[in-house]
């Protein structure tokens, strides 16, 4: 009996779970914002920036990527410190894929073994390494880095990028979307974040407190989204309060003449009304918790606490 082979084979589609680990800014967030095609994830030149876990949703004809954006693995020096490195490390639990990112233009060190032992550890069936922030450095840099990292402990593949000038950002989102598993597209396609509106907006007001803000400042700022409401006129009224542990600290936030929370404000708005898609009034105010982060019950009313 003759067999038809003129019909098209059907695609595989492929879909699962890729955990985004590492040291502090070695580029996690802004890697996610690069395969999503942009900002979700908030960025900043501080450790800590990334506080709670994001996932992202990355669609392609054939597979149906979970980005999943974590908090740098460090040193805890606090309460909030032992929470984000449990919220990491509880992540390489469930995914299929262990990216661990290395930043291209600092020494790989003790802290870098740390994680990679984490991945080691890990379940996830294959594991790659990535070689973040190539435009900083030489590509002689690049590849001595490249392997430094492949001598942390075996990978599957290696990888060198730049998320920020998009290279190899395809070759990331095409590697990991190749070694997923065979499987169904999970989430809608009008899916793009499993985090709130208020989340969100609390994340975008924070970022912009760690750009303003001098260096003793960021480490002890929370935001809280307390309310966005719609009025008639389809504009959203949206406020937040900016938590710190010193009187002083909020004394900087607010500025003189409240110049600087204006700026706070303004340069947020921005990423607000983009998030809603509507003009958004943005109250912000500034209360003083002390010592709010070695706090439990302070940490999870700032929904910085990982499900058990």
């Known amino acids: 009996m003759d067999t038809d082979t003129s019909a098209p084979k059907t695609q595989e589609f492929h879909s699962g779970f890729v955990a985004l680990v590492g040291r502090p800014n070695v580029g996690k967030s802004t ?38 954006d ?15 490195n449990r919220a990491a490390i509880a992540e390489l639990a469930e995914v299929d894929i ?48 490249l392997e430094a990292g492949r001598g ?18 395809r070759s990331f989102v095409s590697l990991v979307s190749a070694h997923l598993p065979v499987g169904p597209r999970w989430f809608p396609e009008d899916m793009d974040v499993d985090m709130t509106d208020e989340e969100l907006v609390a994340e975008f007001v924070r970022e912009k407190v760690l750009l303003n803000m001098r260096q003793e400042v960021p480490h002890s700022v929370g935001v809280l989204c ?12 949206v406020t937040c309060t900016i938590v710190v542990e010193r009187e002083g600290q909020k004394a900087m936030v607010i500025g003189r003449k409240g110049t600087v929370i204006k700026r706070i404000g303004s340069a947020a708005r921005v990423d607000v009304e983009r998030l809603l898609g509507a003009r958004v009034f943005l109250d912000l105010t500034v209360h003083v918790r002390p010592q709010w982060r070695r706090d439990q019950n302070e940490i999870r009313h700032m929904g910085l606490t990982v499900e058990e």
Not at 45 to 67: E, F, G, K
Not at 70 to 84: A, F, I, R, V, Y
């Open 31 to 68: 890697l996610l914002n690069a395969c999503y095609g942009g900002k979700i994830a908030i960025t900043g030149p501080v450790a800590q920036t990334t506080r709670r876990r994001m996932r992202a949703v990355v669609n392609t004809p054939d597979s149906q990527l979970v980005i999943v």
């Open 70 to 84: 974590t908090p740098g693995l460090h040193k805890p020096k606090d309460t909030l410190g032992k929470e984000l």
């Open 98 to 145: 262990a990216s661990l990112l290395i930043d291209a233009t600092k020494p790989v060190g003790r802290g870098d073994e740390w994680v990679a032992r984490h991945v080691q550890e890990s379940k996830a069936p294959y594991k790659l390494l990535v070689i973040t922030k190539a435009d900083l450095v030489e590509p002689e840099k690049a590849q001595a880095q």
């Open 152 to 169: 942390l402990t075996p990978f599957d593949d290696a990888l060198v990028l730049s998320a920020k000038e998009g290279f190899n950002v």
């Open 226 to 237: 307390n309310d966005i409401a719609w009025a008639h006129d389809g504009h959203a009224s």
